[in-house]
């Protein structure tokens, strides 16, 4: 068992890691992730005694804390009991010595002899793959993978029981990456393993539990596949989004601001966007949550909205049907359904326009009885029309500028710089000649944006958007959809994206949910149901969602039997699937 026990690591009088506490048995594997400059690789080199800047707290290892450990001691356990595979290639291996000779003296200086040494660093490095004639070659000579596979063999030689992982599958290629993660995933049976990276692939191949660090601070830790599936953290979130991969859909969106040392509180409330004050003042401290641990004064991402129960008919047509929704803050939940499912109507009943006949809308945990000014302060609603929903007598400007004016929010000169700054947001001109403009004088995605303008000037936390890119062609629609995804990154928006459009969720959203007849028949991460469509109606309607290699399921010929449909290429209501 290796025990991390209230680790901080400064250099200089700058925290680098802040009271981290870890534990590994025997045979786990730990992946240790976040941005450049958390502290991951300080964690590495610490448990190694190898840290230059001052240390305190435990890391204990057989009843003995290492950091106690004195030089003479430390280099006894080294590469024996302990040892780690450096994460800059290229330097780490010494440019004059062949690569089987580096490898038998890493056996040699604990007390084997030369000939053995030789004989079975040449085993070694055959068993990661590196041929004899490879082997005996120089690190200038060998490739990226096979210097990785030269590092694998030193850190190996002496069969330590604690192995540190340090950017292993760093500046590869796909192929020469599968290769090393699968020769990983063999070596290290058995062995307590810590691995260090910013792969989060490769993170969640290699290890069957996750810690994520933030400016030196245990943020988030439990199971990988749990973090992968559902990040409850803000910062973990936020790296999911960010990491580009073949499983993900909504991908490539950063996490606004950068990461800075030596910040009062929360490392990171001051980028996050469901701070309290609280967040400002103090750290929150690691503790259990539900199989996991988490470091958040709000236990993670927060509900915003929450629909509960809701039903809803006209005259004896039964369209709502008991309908339960939850919106995070933060995250875009897409509504998808066929025409008349329920979904238009659901976002009128959240926004007042319609009355539900049964059910209850919460909104950050409260109860929405009326719906008040500060109700609309938060939550916004672009409609399916944004030529029908804005005004012909109202000019930009005005149109813009309206909600300000209901709400009574500053000075006329304040309210017109602000109008002007959400414009430039939706990347709209701001001089006198377009704010005097009319709906019927701009295009249709001028139209579209000035709608987005005037519900974002009041800075809302929830964005209802209805089709919004419905009745445009496919450049303006793009161009719209990515404005919506940097608002979100910019602002923290929780939208609820309503759309019939397949194709159109799964490049901005982060959970899907979709509804037949007035019901959700299935909901679940976007790249889940994308990829494993359980109900269906959702088999049909990625069928039907544009030009595309058919999925995976069709090719095999998977397709749902004819009795799972109620009517032509309609899914019964009865077949309702959950996830």
């Known amino acids: 068992m290796l025990e991390i026990r209230n680790l901080w690591v400064s250099y200089g009088g700058l925290p680098v890691l802040r009271d981290v506490s870890l534990t590994l048995a025997r045979g786990e594997s730990l992946a240790v992730v976040g941005e450049s400059g958390a502290g991951k690789t300080t964690l590495g080199l610490s448990i190694l005694g190898l840290v230059e800047g001052e240390c305190r707290g435990e890391i204990i290892w057989r009843g003995k804390n290492l950091l106690a450990l004195s030089e003479e001691e430390l280099r006894r356990l080294r590469g024996r009991e302990i040892a780690m595979v450096f994460q800059n290639v290229e330097t780490a291996l010494h440019p004059l010595y062949a690569v089987c000779d580096q490898v038998a003296e890493a056996m040699v200086v604990h007390g084997l002899g030369k000939g053995e040494a030789a004989d079975r660093a040449l085993a070694l490095l055959e068993r990661v793959g590196l041929r004899p004639d490879r082997a005996r070659a120089y690190p200038h000579q060998l490739s990226g993978g096979e210097k990785q596979r030269a590092l694998l063999a030193l850190a190996l030689a002496n069969d330590p029981e604690v192995l540190v992982l340090d950017e292993p599958t760093a500046s590869l290629d796909p192929r020469t990456k599968g290769e090393i993660v699968g020769l990983l995933l063999e070596m290290v049976r058995d062995r307590i393993t810590l691995v260090i990276t910013h792969d989060l692939a490769a993170a969640a191949r290699l290890a069957g539990q996750m810690a994520v660090l933030y400016a030196g601070r245990l943020v988030e830790a439990g199971p990988a596949a749990d973090l992968m599936r559902d990040p409850r953290h803000p910062y973990t979130r936020g790296l999911l989004r960010a990491y580009p991969h073949l499983a993900t859909t909504k991908d490539l969106q950063g996490i606004p601001g950068r990461m800075e040392h030596g910040v009062e509180g929360c490392p990171f409330h001051p980028r996050c966007t469901q701070r309290l004050e609280a967040c400002a003042v103090r750290a929150p401290s690691p503790v259990p949550a539900g199989g996991r641990t988490l ?21 004896a047509f039964r369209l709502l049907r008991g309908v339960n929704l939850t919106l995070y803050e933060g995250e875009t939940l897409a509504l998808v359904g066929e025409s008349g499912s329920g979904k238009t109507t659901l976002a009128r009943i959240v926004m007042g326009l319609t009355a539900a006949d049964e059910g209850e809308i919460l909104l950050e945990g409260q109860k929405v009885e009326k719906r008040t000014p500060e109700f609309y302060a938060r939550v916004q609603m672009v409609f399916q029309q944004p030529g029908e929903s804005l005004s012909h007598r109202l000019n930009v400007l005005q149109a813009v500028k309206e909600p300000l004016d209901v709400q009574q929010r500053g000075t006329e000169e304040e309210r017109l710089s602000v109008v002007k700054r959400v414009l430039a947001e939706v990347e709209l001109p701001c001089d006198d000649g377009f704010l005097k403009k009319y709906p019927h004088q701009l295009s249709g995605g001028e139209v ?56 159109v969720a799964r490049k901005v959203s982060d959970r899907v949910a979709v509804m037949l007849e007035g019901r959700i028949v299935e909901e679940g991460p976007t790249w889940e149901v994308m990829a494993s469509p359980a109900h269906p109606l959702t088999r049909s309607l990625l069928t039907w969602a544009g030009p595309q290699l058919p999925p995976a399921w069709a090719r095999r010929g998977s397709w749902p039997a004819h009795e799972e449909f109620s009517g032509p290429g309609r899914p019964s209501a009865g077949a309702v699937s959950s996830r």
Not at 304 to 312: N, P, Y
């Open 295 to 315: 470091a958040c004064h709000r236990g993670g991402i927060v509900p915003l909205l929450e629909v509960r129960g809701i039903a809803k008919s006209f005259g």
């Open 448 to 503: 579209q944006r000035v709608a987005i303008a005037r519900a974002l000037v009041l800075e809302p936390k929830l964005l209802i958007a209805d089709e919004p890119t419905a009745a445009l062609d496919a450049s303006v629609q793009a161009k719209v959809l990515k404005l919506l995804l940097d608002l979100q990154e910019k602002r923290g928006l929780a939208i609820l994206f309503i759309t019939h459009d397949l194709a």
